[in-house]
């Protein structure tokens, strides 16, 4: 009886310490799908674009409009490319560990061929290592922190983006303060998050360049009441300038100036640029993109969207997607081609340099990337917040 129970002992034991080299040898067991993820050569059929954006939350009107016009570049393209290209939609609610979640998901599945976005700068730099070591091409249509592609917090060979960074932003809102408004002082409130401290930054080294004076503020996103902050805006401010993301946010301190008696020219940033959130009359806004309205040869696609998506307008942060989603699938195509059917994603990132689009959705054509991975030749465009709360081209 005691050998009997001796020996069930033993292979208890046996069997606990089975588990526990099971345990450890795991991570190692690991690595190997990882690798081959990254180098998988997929079908072409089978191939998948994901979208990341926050959908939700105080930006949701940024991702829903940005996910509106990719959804819509994916069924153009694929008739006009007879390819079958699906897409993933990702909300990164303006949360950078999120998107750090979602960026382990999409690499961990390896039909997904390229990432349009993510949208925000923070996003972008909390992806950055994960999309980089998996050779996943991303493609921003919205962020704009210079260091993303230069200097500083440069993310990866994977990153692209269709829009100018703040480094031309900021001289450009800077000169118009200047120039137009007849700045002498200005107020910058960033909200201390990495796309409004840069963009404060580079707008305030333009600024002083130019001898105007410049004091520089800050709050939290999560404020709402800027009454105390307003209290602060000197007297003889000519702009206080905002380089937010959330655009009721700019709406509410824009009235708590004007509830103050204060004067000074409200100035928001690309990333308050919503005719529906932000409608502060005689309010600036500066933006990457242009009305696309007033572009002919967008006219049939921008018909083709509405129909799409009855009783929405086109906004500043569709169009771009639509770019960026277009030269995803290009590249796409064209790795397909050469492939013979099949697909990996380094055979997509060495070909998003060479696209080039004939009719550009924002305007002329599109000329590629430069060395930076920025692209060739683009600028800002400046609106005023008219009574009916529509925006109209100053600059």
């Not at 994916?74 to 008739?79: A, E, L, S, W």
């Not at 917090?153 to 120039?179: C, E, K, L, W």
């Not at 100036?257 to 990333?271: L, N």
């Not at 932000?278 to 509405?306: C, E, H, M, R, Y």
């Amino acid at each position: 009886m005691k050998r009997r129970t001796g020996l069930f002992a033993l292979l208890v034991a046996l069997a606990a310490l089975a588990v526990v080299a099971a345990a450890y040898a795991k991570p190692a067991k690991q690595a190997a799908p990882v690798a081959a993820v990254r180098s998988a050569a997929v079908p072409c059929s089978k191939a998948k674009i994901a979208i990341m954006a926050p959908l939700t939350g105080d930006a949701g009107f940024l991702g829903v409009e940005q996910l509106s016009w990719a959804k819509y570049a994916i069924t153009v393209q694929n008739k006009l490319l007879g390819t079958k290209i699906g897409l993933y939609q990702g909300d990164t609610q303006l949360d950078p560990a999120l998107a750090s979640t979602l960026a382990q998901r999409y690499v961990s599945d390896p039909k997904t061929m390229a990432i349009i976005g993510p949208s925000t700068s923070g996003a972008v730099v909390a992806t950055g290592p994960t999309l980089s070591a998996a050779k996943l091409a991303a493609i921003s249509p919205s962020a704009t922190r210079v260091s993303l592609t230069i200097g500083g917090d440069t993310v990866g060979n994977h990153f692209y983006r269709v829009v100018p960074h703040d480094g031309i932003q900021g001289p450009s809102d800077a000169a118009y303060m200047v120039n137009k408004l007849k700045a002498k002082k200005v107020y910058i409130v960033d909200d201390q998050e990495t796309y409004s401290t840069g963009l404060a930054d580079t707008a305030t080294v333009a600024l002083k360049a130019k001898g105007v004076t410049v004091i520089r503020d800050s709050v939290s996103q999560t404020v709402t009441d800027f009454s105390s902050i307003v209290t602060k805006v000197p007297g003889d401010t000519d702009v206080v300038f905002l380089p937010w993301q959330q655009p009721p946010r700019a709406q509410i301190f824009a009235q708590q100036m004007a509830e103050q008696g204060k004067k000074a020219k409200i100035f928001g940033s690309d990333g308050t640029n919503d005719p529906g959130k932000f409608k502060f009359k005689g309010a600036l806004v500066s933006n990457f993109a242009p009305d696309i309205t007033g572009i002919a040869q967008d006219k049939a696609l921008i018909a083709g969207w509405l129909k799409a998506n009855p009783g929405d307008k086109v906004g500043s942060f569709g169009p771009p997607t639509y770019g960026a989603t277009q030269i995803a699938m290009l590249a796409i195509k064209a790795a397909c081609d050469a492939g013979g059917g099949k697909v990996t994603r380094a055979a997509v990132l060495a070909q998003v340099p060479k696209v080039r689009v004939k009719q550009w959705i924002l305007g002329d054509s599109w000329g590629g990337f430069s060395a930076t991975h920025d692209p060739v030749g683009a600028k800002f465009y400046i609106f005023e917040i008219q009574a009916d709360g529509s925006y109209k081209l100053v600059g």
